[in-house]
């Protein structure tokens, strides 16, 4: 850890290289069945991350996957901690989620809370054939059995540490950081 208590642990080529080799990832698990897919980011930066996966695989594979996005505030179980009321952002599924291979997309898996939150708002659009989780970075803690099919970087973490994902899109650049 630095002096101000920051440590930078991916840059944008770092990251432009895991979202790369995530999409192949991704790819490979869905060669036979890429009519059925759908990737679902989960705001606000895994809709991004999803943009960006639809994007590389578009680039490499000649794919046109679809791309949602999914407000999971109203399904979270602390939102009364973290705020007075939710914040509310809009979701939008563009096609049919049943019978579907749906990839959910977010940033930092934690606890599994935001990923748990993500499937109560996603079965709230239909019976998905089969749920697969992508997530740029996996800093363990789980409360909840989850765990994701698809991960960019694992990152040792102690429990009171972040680890902040900043997009170009959101941000004005990419770059992954821990701080105390």
Not at 97 to 116: A, E, H, K, Q, S
Request: overall charge negative; charged content about 25%; hydrophobic content about 40%.
């Amino acid at each position: 850890m630095s002096a101000e208590g920051r440590v930078r642990l991916m840059d944008a080529g770092k990251m432009a290289e895991i979202i790369s080799r995530m999409s192949e990832e991704i790819a490979e698990a869905f060669s036979g069945s890429v009519g059925s897919a759908l990737l679902v980011g989960i705001h606000t930066r895994g809709v991004y991350l999803a943009r960006r996966i639809s994007q590389r695989l578009a680039e490499t594979r000649s794919w046109d996957i679809p791309v949602g996005k999914l407000d999971i505030n109203l399904y979270r179980d602390d939102w009364t901690r973290l705020h007075s009321y939710p914040v509310v952002r809009s979701t939008h599924i563009p096609v049919s989620i049943d019978n579907r291979d749906v990839i959910l997309v977010d940033d930092v898996l934690y606890t599994g809370r935001t990923i748990r939150a993500a499937l109560d708002g996603l079965l709230d659009f239909g019976r998905p054939r089969r749920v697969h989780l992508a997530v740029l970075i996996d800093r363990g803690h789980r409360e909840l059995p989850i765990c994701a099919q698809y991960i960019g970087q694992v990152v040792e973490t102690l429990p009171g540490q972040h680890v902040h994902v900043l997009l170009e899109e959101v941000d004005g650049r990419d770059e992954v950081v821990l701080t105390d």
